[in-house]
């Protein structure tokens, strides 16, 4: 860490000059001590009566959802509203929704690490919980989404003697490998990013089996030079990866449109498309969860500040705009094309009684980003909850669009027909959203939600050439 | 192993005892020692049927199996039973094939009957037949193809009842003895027998022996959906017993008047194939115009057509035969329209001027056909217009079919006079389900109480069967011998092709038994037989079952004679006038008058046009729908008089304004699982039976939900999408290849997956001619029949999950946007085997893979049902099984592992032991019937034996939607032999590939659909314009 932190020196060689000096990452000049102490509270204290009913009502969702899931797998994929020619529907639509979101996690947590931006430490852990859970939800849909369950290692190339092979050249296997291989990085850099700060729950730890599970999670954790020296390899490395992945998992997922011959799928505009979006609902998810932390934890008030979340809402707005850019350009290309079935497939898109899809994916994703535009919308904070859970309902209708009203309406009007979902759907659905806060509580409860020994390096006190010079080690 | 236990050796007097048996050392005591338990305690084990070492010992068994065994893992045991004695003539695992038809009141259809170890599983027509000459397929019709399912049936009746009590058949032996006695004692007087109208020469030669010796008895024929009126017609015109003959491979201009003369399963077999023989745009073509009121099979393929209401017919026919009269100044024809006066309908007059000029200039080359249901006064007209066109005896001969009737029959209005009079006392009903069918206003079940004994015949327990006091379970024509005429008068075979499989009766072992004739097998059939052949020895007989039909038997051709004054006399009766809305009764295309209601393939069978399955609807115009505020699945009820019926609208276009059109034979209850909830009874409000509408009918719109229809296909407009295409036979000749052209600009056909090698010397493809596709569905049920395809049941057609390999998509057309000129063209679709197929490269688990012979495979047991391949199908046309279709009952599809698994075990039998049954989450689809690709390949490859198999001819094989079409425009073949027909086909410069721009390559083309319009008919340059302006079409 302590490399990074000669990289601050355009902040403190600037005190004289307010307008440009970069805001504090953490207010009210809090010393290490304090930042620990706010943080580790969080997992040491009681559990508060919140916890419990958040708990109780997701863990309900959660378990309503895999009831669902069973039901399915033990009864058939008709129990969903899936038809001919909508073969995919919430599934689908649920796997890009999830997969996608997982995305801002990784770039704020892994890019923006790269490139040394340190208003991104303190919201970073909670960024890649978000990423790994998101994934975790979106791994759910292909696995059970296929007719017959039992022969889902079919997918995988495993040598076996009934001469099963997967065919490379489907972009549904291009998927399992991006998903999986997303899931197992984005894992591994959240819980190798945790290591230090497991490690002082350790030390703290006031019990026994506190104590040995911190112990034991925290891999042998001292703090010592050397391994400081190969942990910042390792980290940097895992970022590395992981912000390739940033871009190759939503562009990959976005191959199962592009490379079909479906009239809206079928366009070269798709990964950015896809990539654009999943920033964008991703930021619109961290700003979701950030805001209700800070306000059920007031200690974190100091820690993610609101320059911070300014920053995810420009992050926001600049995706939101990209978004907004591709829609526009899809619907010009299908035009321009004169192609009758790609015109003809936007046609429908806002006809008949599929209409109300594109229509409220169309008015949120082009209207609210554009919002933020304005400072005072970036600072008010309960505004920019409700926005933020605006992006992703208007993202998850763009999902859907994509998904249904592209196939509903496919080449040969005959085959046209309506989707209608089922409660199946639904409960299945929301059941991902209870997994989701379900794994989010227990996140909240048992790892601290923010990168301590990051954070700490970064605090004014922590450099040498500061006016205060290191006060408070 | 028991082991005794061995006492030590006792003192004879012990110092120790226990007992004084033991003291005394009693016989007894002895044998207790040998003994493990007191006598009463054997004898008790013995009682119970479980000795203690017996329980121990399954206990352990039991223990071992749940334990060790691992019975819990397997499946149950299952035991294949081989034959003990192979019948003569069977390979296993071949199909044996017979000759035999199917009568109907139609006339019989011929059919080869394949069957697999014993049990018929598929049904197709005989090209050996004189009806389907030149047709090397043979042809079927829907119901025809379907009929196997019916055999199967699980609901059908398996007991005799009386008084719904079950009864031995004995007991039907002695009543029908004692009907017979009480006849022989009163010639008959009070004996009355009522059946359909299927004509059989052994029921005929029965009915005429019953007749010698009772001569009083009542003979009745009934069908729902009768052909009285013209037979009366033709009878007065004629003379007795003269039908006519259309020829329609002759006939250059062509007036159907409400007459759907095109569709096998509403006029018999044999039309569409003379009719389509001359839509060869490359030949001399004819032309057709169609004057109905709604859309017909026949209406579709016009190339004019006219939407008048069918009451007005007759006044439409009277203005056309007027103008006709004038212009040809045929005196005769003058005579006949001279009375007729006009009832205010309003015609197209410029319409008429044009098909009268066009039909005086074919004269002797064309043919005016009326519907069969439509009144006398049509009929005479029609005959009468035929006439002095020199129609009669060129293009339309007569036949004299009295051979097929000993004496004239009588009318079901007889019968219910006689049974209000008290005299009948004894009725049979043989057939038909007379308390669904017949007009209310007669209020039949009243009537039969009034009849002491009655009787029916017939495969379900029906609506009858339940007021009637015996009821006889009928034995299916699979199941019975019997005889038929087809259409053409040929005396055609109906062999069993299995005994009955619930005990069924057939009408001539009644009417045999009855006549005091012993039957055994087939011996009331040959002594028919000996009396119509020439030759009755045994070999002629076997000639006779061996083809399926009696050579030679047809009614001979013989020119008409016309009586004048009966044809003046005909035109006399007025039709009615059509009141506010008329009411048309349809035959239903997927279950006749009703009698197919209990045939799920059937039900789930789309409409030709409408594409309803499950259910039928009230069709309105799209302006009355307007008018009335109407919309598709609203509640309407429509009354006459005092009756009325409730059932749902739907806009029917091209359907003529002021009529209502509903097909018959739904809304029946209680007979089986199949016919419950399906559509709406329309047979109450019929008061003529020998009508085929209704006039006078109020309609009310109802405050109830929407009824919501399970339709096939919901979009009925290309969206200037070049589909199916079409153009006039001006534009063909002037441009041969315009249909290939419409593609328009394509990119270069550049793929970058590289393509599977097609390395074989066979390459299988199929062309496909929408120039004579009527659109009669014989495809899609062939379909299912071969392919074992489940039913899905209404809920899950509205759903969207119906199985169907080939669809027929119906597209309605109007270059002006006008109801008019819309063109109705049907296109069958199946999987187009792309060379360069879009699902293959999609699918992660290889489960759909090409073959080289270029056939687009697929694997079911590869398959894990991602449905990522029917997502990437621009034709839609992979089907997906949702749920266990085949496994579990369709109302219970959601109950999943709760709901009953299995399906009957009749039902088991109809499946073609070739083809795979699907289970749930696998993807399914069209494969070209590579069942019998493959075995013809086998066939081929026996017959080269060492030598070059490529060099070997293929044996002649069909898929099965080919075997079955009656217009042969399906054609199959290896597209690498360019001496095949389907190459030929594919050389034709009509030829165009359905989504070309695609590249996908597909091995399935279209000939492009070529209208014949007369240039002096109005409307004539709407004709063949259906990909006319692309933004609207």
């Known amino acids: 860490m302590s490399t990074l932190t000669t990289n601050a020196e355009a902040v403190t060689n600037a005190p004289d000059l307010e307008v440009l000096a970069r805001p504090p990452q953490v207010l009210n000049n809090r010393n290490p001590h304090w930042v620990t102490g706010a943080v580790c509270s969080i997992v040491e204290g009681r559990t508060p009566l919140w916890w419990w009913i958040g708990f109780a009502i997701s863990a309900t969702f959660a378990g309503i959802g895999g009831a669902c899931i069973l039901y399915m797998i033990v009864t058939g994929v008709g129990v969903w509203g899936s038809n001919s020619p909508c073969f995919w529907a919430w599934d689908i639509t649920n796997f890009i929704f999830w997969v996608s979101m997982a995305h801002a996690g990784s770039m704020i947590s892994a890019l923006l690490f790269l490139t040394r931006q340190k208003w991104s430490i303190s919201i970073a852990r909670v960024s890649e919980a978000m990423t790994v859970f998101a994934i975790m939800c979106a791994g759910v849909y292909p696995a059970i989404h296929i007719g017959r369950v039992w022969f889902v290692w079919f997918l995988f190339p495993v040598p076996n003697s009934y001469g099963m092979w997967p065919n490379f050249s489907s972009p549904l296997l291009w998927d399992v490998f991006a998903v999986t291989s997303y899931l197992t990085v984005s894992s591994l850099f959240w819980f190798a990013g945790m290591i230090p700060d497991l490690s002082v729950l350790r030390d703290r730890a006031t019990t026994k089996i506190r104590k040995f599970c911190y112990g034991l999670f925290s891999l042998g954790w001292l703090g010592t030079a050397r391994q400081w020296r190969h942990y910042e390899m390792m980290y940097v490395l895992l970022a590395g990866i992981t912000s390739v992945l940033v871009v190759t998992v939503t562009t990959i997922v976005s191959s199962d449109c592009a490379t079909s011959v479906v009239p809206g799928w079928h366009a070269t505009i798709f990964p950015f498309y896809f990539m654009v979006g999943a920033v964008y609902s991703g930021s619109a998810a961290i700003l979701t969860l950030l805001i209700p932390l800070r306000l059920a934890y007031p200690q974190l008030k100091d820690l993610i500040t609101p320059s911070q979340l300014d920053k995810v809402c420009k992050l926001l707005l600049l995706m939101g705009s990209c978004v907004a850019y591709v829609y526009v350009i899809e619907i010009f290309n299908a035009w321009y094309s004169g192609n009758a079935f790609e015109k003809g497939a936007f046609w429908e898109r806002f006809h008949g009684i599929a209409a109300w899809y594109p229509i409220t994916c169309l008015s949120i994703n082009l209207i609210v980003p554009q919002l933020f535009w304005f400072k005072k919308v970036r600072h008010c904070l309960p505004l920019v909850f409700v926005l933020a859970i605006l992006c992703n309902v208007g993202m998850w209708f763009e999902r859907f669009m994509i998904v249904t009203t592209s196939l509903i309406h496919d080449f040969l009007p005959s085959s046209w027909h309506d989707f209608h979902a089922s409660i199946v759907d639904i409960l299945t659905a929301t059941g991902t959203v209870g997994i989701f806060f379900t794994l989010f509580l227990l996140f909240i409860r048992f790892v601290p939600v923010i990168n301590m020994s990051e954070l700490k390096a970064v605090l004014p006190g922590s450099q040498p050439d500061h006016p205060t010079g290191g006060e408070g080690h | ?1033």
């Open chain 2, 1 to 1033: 192993m028991k082991k005794i236990f061995q006492h030590p050796p006792r003192d004879t007097n012990p110092t120790l005892w226990r007992t004084q048996g033991e003291k005394e050392h009693t016989p007894e005591f002895a044998e207790g020692l040998a003994r493990e338990f007191t006598a009463e305690a054997t004898a008790q084990d013995q009682e119970s049927g479980m000795s203690r070492r017996n329980f121990v010992r399954l206990m352990g068994a039991a223990t071992a199996l749940t334990g060790l065994g691992l019975t819990g893992c397997r499946r149950p045991e299952a035991h294949l039973v081989p034959f003990a004695k192979s019948a003569e003539w069977t390979i296993p695992g071949k199909f044996l094939y017979y000759a035999s038809s199917m009568p109907t009141p139609l006339g019989a259809v011929p059919l080869t009957i394949t069957t697999s170890d014993g049990r018929p599983t598929k049904i197709e027509g005989n090209p050996l037949h004189p009806i389907n000459a030149g047709l090397s397929n043979g042809s079927t019709d829907v119901f025809a193809q379907a009929s196997i399912l019916d055999l199967y049936d699980p609901a059908r009746s398996k007991a005799i009842s009386y008084d719904s009590a079950t009864v031995a058949r004995a007991d039907l032996d002695t009543f029908l003895a004692k009907v017979r006695a009480t006849a022989a004692g009163n010639q008959g007087e009070g004996l009355a027998i009522m059946t359909g109208s299927e004509s059989s020469p052994t029921v005929d030669r029965l009915h005429s022996e019953l007749l010698t010796q009772f001569p009083k008895m009542l003979w009745v024929e009934d069908e729902a959906i009768s052909s009285s009126e013209a037979d009366a017609a033709f009878d007065a015109v004629f003379g007795a017993g003269y039908r006519p003959f259309h020829d329609y491979e002759k006939a250059d201009v062509i007036l159907a008047l409400d007459s759907d003369f095109l569709n096998p399963s509403a006029s018999g077999l044999g039309s569409a194939r003379g009719f389509a023989k001359r839509r060869d745009p490359n030949q001399a073509m004819n032309r057709l115009y169609v004057v109905e009121n709604h859309f017909s099979l026949t209406g579709g393929m016009a190339d004019h057509r006219i939407r008048v209401r069918a009451s007005e017919i007759g006044e439409f026919t009277a203005a056309l035969a007027k103008v006709i009269a004038k212009k040809t100044g045929d005196s005769d024809l003058s005579a006949l329209v001279a009375p007729l006066r006009g009832n205010g309908g309003k015609f197209d007059l410029a319409w008429i001027a044009g098909v009268a000029e066009d039909l005086i200039a074919a004269k002797g080359k064309g043919i005016i056909v009326a519907g069969t249901q439509q009144p006398v006064q049509v009929q005479g007209l029609v005959l009468g217009i035929n006439k002095a066109l020199d129609n009669l005896g060129s293009t339309i001969s007569v036949v004299q079919t009295l051979a097929k009737s000993p004496t004239a029959k009588d009318t079901f209005l007889t019968l219910a006079e006689k049974i209000k009079a008290g005299e009948v006392k004894t009725l049979l009903i043989l057939g038909g389900n007379p308390i669904y069918t017949v007009p209310v206003r007669f209020n039949f079940s009243n009537l039969l109480a009034r009849v002491p004994e009655t009787l029916h015949l017939s495969l379900f327990a029906d609506e009858t069967s339940k007021v009637t006091h015996w009821h006889v379970p009928a034995a299916h024509y699979l199941e019975s011998w019997g005889d038929a005429r087809s259409v053409d008068g040929t005396i055609c075979s109906v062999q069993p092709m299995i005994l009955p499989l619930w005990n069924g009766i057939s009408q001539v072992e009644i009417l045999a038994a009855l006549a005091g004739e012993k039957v055994d097998g087939p011996s009331a059939i040959r002594t028919s037989f000996n009396g119509y052949s020439k030759d009755g020895s045994d070999a002629a007989w076997q000639g006779f079952l061996r083809n399926g039909f009696a050579d030679g038997t047809a009614w001979p051709l013989s020119k008409p004679s016309f009586n004048q004054s009966a044809a003046i006399a005909l035109v006399q009766v007025h039709s009615p006038s059509p009141g506010d809305f008329e009411l048309v009764f349809l035959r239903s295309s997927s279950v006749d008058d009703g009698r197919y209601a209990g045939n799920s393939w059937l039900q789930e069978t789309p409409d030709f046009v409408t594409k309803l399955t499950w259910d039928n609807a009230a069709l309105f115009s799209p302006s009355d729908a307007a008018k009335l505020g109407i919309k598709d699945g609203d509640m309407v009820k429509l009354s006459s008089g005092n009756r009325s019926v409730e059932i749902a609208a739907l806009v029917a276009q091209g359907h003529a304004d002021g009529s209502i059109s509903a097909a018959l034979g739904y809304g029946r209850r209680g007979v089986s699982h199949v016919m419950e909830n399906v559509g709406f009874d329309v047979y109450p409000l019929r008061y003529n039976a020998f009508y085929c509408f209704h006039t006078g009918v109020k309609v009310e719109k109802l405050a109830k939900p929407p009824y919501v229809f399970a339709a096939t296909q919901e979009h009925q407009n290309m969206e200037g999408r070049n589909i199916a295409r079409e153009g006039t036979l001006d534009r063909f000749r002037k441009e041969p290849e315009f249909a290939s052209r419409m593609d328009g600009e394509s990119p270069p056909p550049v793929s970058i997956y590289p393509n599977p090698p097609l390395t074989s010397d066979l390459q299988w493809g199929i062309s496909m001619d929408l120039n004579t596709c009527i659109g009669c569905n014989a495809c899609l049920v062939a379909c299912q029949a071969e392919n074992n395809i489940p039913v899905v049941g209404k809920d899950q057609v509205r759903r969207g999950r119906d199985m169907a390999w080939i669809r027929i998509d119906r597209w309605f057309a109007s270059a002006d946007h006008s109801q008019e000129n819309l063109a109705m063209i049907p296109m069958a679709i199946m999987c187009q085997q792309c060379e360069n197929a879009p699902c293959e490269a999609v699918c992660p688990a290889n489960a759909t893979v090409h073959s080289e012979d270029g056939l687009n495979l697929m694997a079911y047991n590869r398959c894990i049902g991602t449905r990522y391949c029917a997502n990437n199908c621009p034709w839609k046309v992979r089907r997906f099984n949702y749920f266990d279709y085949n496994d579990r009952p369709l109302d219970e599809l959601y109950y999943g592992p709760l709901a009953p698994k299995g399906m009957a075990d009749s039902l088991k039998m109809v499946k073609n032991p070739n083809v795979t049954v699907r289970m749930r989450g696998v993807m399914e689809k069209c494969t070209f019937c590579i069942q019998r690709i493959e075995e013809a390949k086998i066939a081929r490859s026996v017959k080269a034996g060492a030598s070059d198999v490529t060099k070997t001819p293929m044996p002649a094989f069909k898929t099965a939607c080919q075997q079955a079409c009656p217009s042969q425009s399906i054609v199959f073949g290896n597209i690498n032999d360019p001496a095949s027909a389907v190459s030929k086909l594919k050389a034709d410069p009509r030829t165009y590939t359905s989504l070309s721009y695609l590249n996908t390559r597909p091995r399935v083309t279209y000939l492009a659909r070529i209208r014949n319009p007369n240039p002096a008919m109005p409307g004539a340059d709407m004709v063949g314009a259906a990909n006319r302006s692309p933004e609207h079409a």
